[in-house]
């Protein structure tokens, strides 16, 4: 059932055919319902007939209720995640700017014109503008046409958005407009919104849902220009019309996206399920994608943590990490979409497979993550994933890393420490004695001595990437490729899901952090197996892998190089803190040491070519940091012995961390 409301330009109301048809045009061609079934309400508020009397009657006063300080944070920050969630729904209909419009024309040169054309052919336009005593009577007249309570979707036309612009701090206190769309709307030039008020600056997220508005390039009447620019609640879609009319833009797909979306949503096959506690349902979620999940359930956790009086920071975390989340549902449907598309092309190549390598797949049918998963279920699908040496390295990722990029969302050492414990409470197992309090302020404790090996004064390491380099493909696409034969159909089906959260951020991070560090947890889901039989197609593949993981340090800026040292000397310490952890600072060692072998190479044909210059300054830089790591971890062991050197170069040359010391 939908309840929408049509409210006309110049020239009185229009039929709802004239509203309709092409809306229903639009819909049909997105192979959606109809509007105007006989359990849809349409409203036509008509209020042409105003302008041949004088008005009179008392002001149309503003009803906008006046939240607390929390309660308006609440309401502005679930708005602008609505209108996120339409966007992602209509830019795609969006048109060229780079055409011949009045957008173009200088707004000195289309305003006059606007008021000529105005005094000669819209007299209601110039009553409407110039008489508050109008106004009053048009919002009257209006507002008694409209429901009092409930919900509706608002379409206003030309004059008709000015209108309604103006009604929406004069709404019914129980009336919702769930979507508000101007089309052909002069609201971009200042004289037509000049009546508004505080409109721009105090909006009323709490009644109005969403805006979108639709304006034409080479519509005289919008002057080619939209409305965000001035008012920033609206979305603006760019169409490339000349033509004024109703039809023009109700039957414009963009318009017809925009009442799908919110009146026949479509489902989402990656929405998810929850049980009766709200625990996301038990599902073989593959691991590629476990260090994302880890991610998520860390953020949850801090988020829950938080104390009370920082309810601001709760929020605002909160509603970075639904909208990343959002963004990460959907294209994950997107990229099922191509890679159905791809193993149908295949199949239609006669390219046969075993139904194990469509299965074991990241984003084969239930081994992806849903919404519920990617916002509050994470952990209950990540218990015993990782012994307590595996997760060290994501432990110490978790407490260094940006928590939702791309948003800048701030938290200190001493907010993430509760996060971690609480976060390793109901992750870990709990197999042997080691407390989760124990475990995570070893972690923070072992980190605070990495930083102070590394750097020498205070450090914005929080606000830097760990190192990308190797784990950019992990992250972006985790090995997302279609498991069939080698060679057929191309290369990987890489999303840009995960880029959301951070190609060398969220999971990135963690990744690099434990390849660096020798974690089997992470060198296996770069694709690198830590327990592999002498193949020689493995062995070269394994060895290949881990070279790169030697050569991305190198091409690091100095601010990431020391992040990412920094969290490698905090694993290997907090291994030789904790009890029973076998320490693999060999490994790291050598890994190191083939960087610095790379980086001194480098930084030695700069000085010849370009001495003094800051890229050289920075290949110096980094030669340094290389040099104080392997001091850090020197004075965390004694030097190997001979066995143990070897063991180090066996691991450096495969990719399998060391398992003797």
């Given at each position: 059932m ?8 110049v020239?009185g109301a ?8 092409p809306l ?5 061609s ?25 008005p009179?009657?008392p002001e149309?006063l503003e ?7 929390r ?8 708005f ?15 048109e ?8 173009r024309v ?10 000529v ?8 336009v ?11 009577a ?13 919900h509706?979707?608002?379409v ?5 958005s000015v ?11 129980e ?17 037509y ?8 600056s ?24 939209g ?9 603006d ?41 709200n ?5 073989p979620?593959?691991e ?9 359930a860390?953020t949850?956790?801090l ?8 309810w ?12 990343v989340a ?12 191509q890679?159905?598309e ?5 199949q239609?190549?006669?390219v046969?497979?075993e ?14 993550p849903?919404l ?5 279920g994470?952990?209950?699908l990540?218990r ?5 040496e595996?997760?060290?390295?994501l ?7 940006p ?16 996060a ?6 109901v ?22 001595w990495?930083?102070k ?6 450090f914005?390491w929080?606000?830097?990437?760990i ?9 972006t696409?985790i ?5 069939a034969?080698?060679g ?7 999303t840009?899901t ?5 190609p ?9 952090l ?9 060198l296996?889901?770069?694709g ?8 020689d197609?493995?062995?070269m ?8 993981i030697v ?22 310490h907090?291994?030789t803190?904790l009890?029973?952890?076998?320490s ?35 290949w110096?830089?980094k030669?340094?940091?290389?040099v104080?790591?392997?001091a ?6 004694s ?12 691991a450096?040359e495969?990719?399998?961390p060391?398992t003797q010391y």
């Amino acid at each position: 059932m939908a309840n929408v409301v049509f409210l006309h330009g110049v020239g009185g109301a229009s039929p709802e055919s004239a509203w309709l048809q092409p809306l229903n045009s639009g819909l049909a061609s997105q192979e959606a319902p109809r509007i105007g079934e006989p359990t849809d309400s349409i409203f036509l508020p008509d209020y042409g007939n105003l302008f041949a009397k004088t008005p009179s009657g008392p002001e149309a006063l503003e009803t906008s209720r006046k939240d607390d300080e929390r309660t308006s944070l609440e309401h502005r920050l679930t708005f602008w995640a609505r209108q996120k969630e339409l966007e992602r729904v209509v830019r795609r209909h969006a048109e060229s700017e780079e055409i011949v419009g009045l957008h173009r024309v200088p707004g000195p040169v289309v305003e006059p014109l606007a008021g000529v054309a105005e005094l000669l052919k819209f007299e209601e336009v110039t009553k409407f503008m110039k008489m508050p005593a109008m106004r009053s009577a048009v919002y009257r007249h209006v507002l008694a046409q409209l429901p009092q309570s409930g919900h509706i979707i608002l379409v206003a036309h030309s004059l008709g958005s000015v209108v309604a612009a103006g009604l929406l701090r004069r709404l019914p206190a129980e009336l919702t407009v769930d979507l508000f769309i101007t089309i052909g709307s002069p609201l971009g030039i200042p004289r037509y919104r000049s009546h508004l008020g505080a409109l721009a600056s105090s909006f009323p997220y709490r009644q109005v849902h969403r805006w979108l508005n639709v304006h034409g390039l080479r519509d005289f009447v919008t002057g080619g220009r939209g409305v965000a620019g001035s008012i920033s609640s609206a979305i603006d879609v760019a169409i490339q019309t000349h033509a004024h009319s109703l039809g023009a833009y109700m039957s414009h797909p963009a318009t017809a996206a925009a009442i799908r979306s919110v009146v026949f949503p479509l489902d989402r096959p990656a929405s998810g399920a929850a049980t009766a506690n709200n625990r996301a349902v038990a599902r073989p979620i593959h691991e590629a994608w476990f260090p994302l999940l880890l991610g998520t359930a860390f953020t949850h956790q801090l988020a829950k943590s938080l104390p009370t009086g920082e309810w601001k920071a709760r929020l605002r975390l909160d509603a970075a990490r639904s909208e990343v989340a959002r963004r990460a549902v959907d294209d994950i449907v997107g990229k099922r979409a191509q890679r159905a598309e791809l193993i149908r092309s295949m199949q239609e190549r006669g390219v046969s497979w075993e139904p194990r390598q469509l299965t074991d797949h990241p984003l084969a049918d239930n081994r992806y993550p849903t919404l519920l998963d990617l916002t509050t279920g994470a952990a209950s699908l990540l218990r015993g994933t990782w012994d307590d040496e595996d997760l060290l390295a994501l432990a110490v990722g978790l407490l260094m890393q940006p928590l939702v990029d791309p948003f800048d969302v701030q938290a200190d050492l001493k907010q993430r420490l509760p996060a971690l414990v609480l976060t390793l409470n109901v992750v870990r197992d709990h197999r042997g004695d080691l407390a989760d309090q124990t475990y995570a302020h070893q972690v923070r404790d072992s980190l605070v001595w990495a930083q102070k090996q590394m750097v020498e004064s205070k450090f914005p390491w929080g606000t830097v990437l760990i190192g990308t380099g190797v784990v950019v493909l992990a992250a972006t696409g985790i090995g997302i490729m279609l498991a069939a034969p080698a060679g057929l159909a191309g290369a990987a089906v890489v999303t840009s899901t995960l880029a959301a959260f951070g190609p060398g951020g969220m999971v990135g991070g963690l990744l690099t952090l434990g390849a660096l560090t020798g974690s089997a947890s992470a060198l296996g889901a770069l694709g690198v197996s830590a327990e592999f039989e002498a193949d020689d197609a493995e062995t070269m593949h394994t060895a290949a892998a881990t070279a790169r993981i030697v050569a991305d340090l190198a091409p690091l800026s100095p601010e990431t190089l020391t992040v990412t040292l920094i969290g490698m000397l905090a694993v290997i310490h907090a291994q030789t803190q904790l009890p029973g952890f076998r320490s693999t600072e060999p490994y790291a060692r050598a890994v190191v040491t083939a960087a610095l072998d790379s980086v001194r190479a480098e930084q030695s044909i700069h000085e010849e070519i370009a001495p003094g210059a800051d890229g050289t300054k920075k290949w110096r830089r980094k030669q340094d940091l290389l040099v104080r790591a392997l001091a850090a971890l020197d004075s965390l062991t004694s030097v190997p012995e001979v066995g143990l050197q070897l063991e180090a170069r066996k691991a450096l040359e495969t990719g399998r961390p060391p398992t003797q010391y």
